[in-house]
């Protein structure tokens, strides 16, 4: 399964590369076909082929020659990884299942996961490239999840982990609004909508999983600020896009968050 997974999420990376460049250009995602931006002729299909296209073009224009980026075929080879990452955290989720409407359940959760994976790495390579998180793809992800967890609470009667992804995404939405209220300079509302969706699938996963992830964010991003300016790379006023550090300390709430979170109550003696 994790293999399977990880051939089709480097087809989404190649989509997924579509989506980071046209995205945040008010472009449409489906029409035209990929061009090459130099000359303007079409890729050809076996052109299109996740990473080995790249390779077999090595990295230039069929017809141009102009170079095509290396950030391309990696981002297809990170999107497989993703997957399979995703793959071996719920996976046995399903093996594991007791009735059909378990298993059902289950695979809507690994679907969830996927799609959030995918939208993470668009989302991270846009905020980096742009300082921007685009509506377009922040607020359907907050229908996404609620349908396909809100399906799956319902065949697996889990209504405990629905309410708590709500009250994820209320929570986290709201710690978020406040800190733009309070300091509007330091963060955006781009970062607000985004917590309010991070906080939906860790909260589905429980309140650990929730802390954890909320908080590697802030810790992750702090010490990347602490680093630059200790390397003379940013100054105090330099605008550094905090979307991929939410996103990474999210996805280390979803990997690792239950160990983590017993780690740290250890170190005081207390257990949960």
């Known amino acids: 399964m994790s293999i399977a997974l990880a051939l089709f999420g480097s087809l989404i990376g190649s989509f997924l590369n579509v989506v980071v460049y046209r995205?945040?250009?008010?472009?449409?995602?489906?029409?035209?076909?990929s061009a090459c931006p130099n000359c303007g002729n079409h890729i050809r299909r076996r052109d299109n082929v996740p990473v080995f296209g790249w390779l077999l073009l090595r990295g230039k224009c069929r017809d141009c020659a102009a170079p095509i980026s290396v950030r391309y075929p990696l981002v297809e080879l990170g999107t497989a990884?993703?997957?399979?990452?995703?793959?071996?955290?719920?996976?046995p989720d399903i093996a594991a299942a007791t009735d059909a409407s378990g298993a059902a359940a289950s695979v809507l959760q690994l679907v969830a996961f996927l799609y959030l994976a995918a939208v993470s790495i668009a989302l991270a390579l846009i905020d980096l490239d742009t300082m921007r998180l685009p509506n377009a793809i922040v607020l359907p992800s907050y229908a996404?999840?609620?349908?396909?967890?809100?399906?799956?609470?319902a065949l697996s009667g889990e209504w405990g982990s629905l309410l708590t992804a709500l009250a994820g995404a209320v929570i986290l939405g709201g710690v978020y609004l406040a800190i733009v209220l309070v300091a509007p300079r330091g963060m955006g509302m781009g970062d607000v909508k985004l917590?309010?969706?991070?906080?939906?699938?860790?909260?589905?996963l429980g309140w650990d999983v929730l802390a954890v992830g909320a908080l590697a964010a802030f810790l992750l991003g702090g010490l990347f600020g602490v680093v630059l300016l200790a390397i003379s790379r940013a100054g105090r006023g330099t605008a550094i896009p905090f979307g991929p550090w939410m996103l990474l300390g999210a996805w280390i709430g979803i990997l690792a968050g239950p160990p983590l979170a017993s780690a740290y109550?250890?170190?005081?003696?207390?257990e949960y």
Not at 81 to 91: E, K
Not at 265 to 270: D, K, R, T, V
């Open 81 to 91: 990884l993703a997957f399979a990452v995703v793959a071996v955290r719920f996976v």
């Open 23 to 33: 995205v945040p250009a008010g472009l449409s995602v489906v029409n035209p076909p």
């Open 144 to 153: 996404v999840g609620v349908v396909l967890l809100g399906a799956a609470a």
């Open 265 to 270: 109550l250890s170190l005081f003696g207390l």
């Open 195 to 204: 917590a309010g969706v991070l906080g939906l699938f860790l909260g589905w």
